[in-house]
């Protein structure tokens, strides 16, 4: 079974400031997608940014950035110019590729401080 | 285009009864997922429907159960509830069953069902 580590129970970033999220993962497959999700305060869970494990080149959308290192199954999230908006609960989350089923880690709940 | 519609968004129950929560999946999503979060359990994978058919289970008793319908809406049912049901209950919804990660999973503001 795949299993997701999430140590960072919570972190803190000023505004403007870059901040990196922690995530390892484990698995025995070879053709996986790993995900980082948003939950605000709304609780609606929001996709942030995807990688695809065959792929080397790590994902970036605007100001999200991922390190994929797929040897030591790491998924960092970098966020870069924080702002007050990105503050809300982050999971970082593993998918099998023949299948839809998403295991999560315990989640990374980011303040983002003036 | 409407996203994942869940209702209702609150729900309080007796221990004991059941519940019918409702998930309206985007247009054109075939695939509907369920998640029960908790602060003790996190997220947790209940079970997903594609053309109205479970292919996928999650390790919950048999008290948890849900459908498909033909316009891809879909409920899930927990019955004899517990105590330690209470959580919020997320739907996704997501094009097709497996697949490459176009597929990937938008999910609904969820129910947040309390039971007393």
């Known amino acids: 079974a795949q299993t997701v580590t999430q140590s960072q129970p919570e972190m803190s970033v000023q505004e403007a400031e870059t901040v990196t999220l922690s995530c390892t993962y484990d698995?025995?497959?070879?053709?996986?997608?790993l995900f980082w999700y948003k939950q605000p305060p709304s609780r609606q869970m929001i996709l942030v940014i995807r990688q695809e494990a065959y792929k080397q080149q790590n994902a970036t959308e605007n100001r999200f950035s991922v390190n994929f290192q797929k040897a030591a199954k790491s998924f960092s999230l970098k966020i870069s110019d924080s702002q007050l908006g990105d503050a809300a609960m982050y999971f970082c989350a593993y998918r099998s590729a023949g299948a839809s089923k998403l295991t999560f880690g315990t989640g990374t709940r980011l303040q983002v401080t003036l | 285009k409407a996203g994942v519609t869940q209702t209702p968004r609150y729900l309080i129950k007796t221990r004991g009864q059941q519940v019918t929560l409702s998930c309206s999946p985007i247009?054109?999503?075939?695939?509907v997922s369920w998640y029960q979060q908790t602060p003790g359990q996190g997220l947790q994978f209940l079970f997903e429907y594609f053309s109205e058919t479970q292919r996928n289970k999650g390790n919950f008793p048999g008290r948890f159960s849900g459908r498909q319908f033909s316009n891809s809406r879909s409920e899930m049912n927990v019955s004899t509830l517990e105590l330690g049901d209470s959580a919020l209950y997320l739907c996704a919804s997501s094009l097709a069953f497996f697949g490459r990660a176009k597929h990937e999973a938008f999910f609904g503001q969820g129910t947040r069902l309390t039971v007393v």
């Open positions: 698995t025995s497959e070879s053709d996986y997608y």
């Open positions: 247009s054109g999503h075939r695939s």
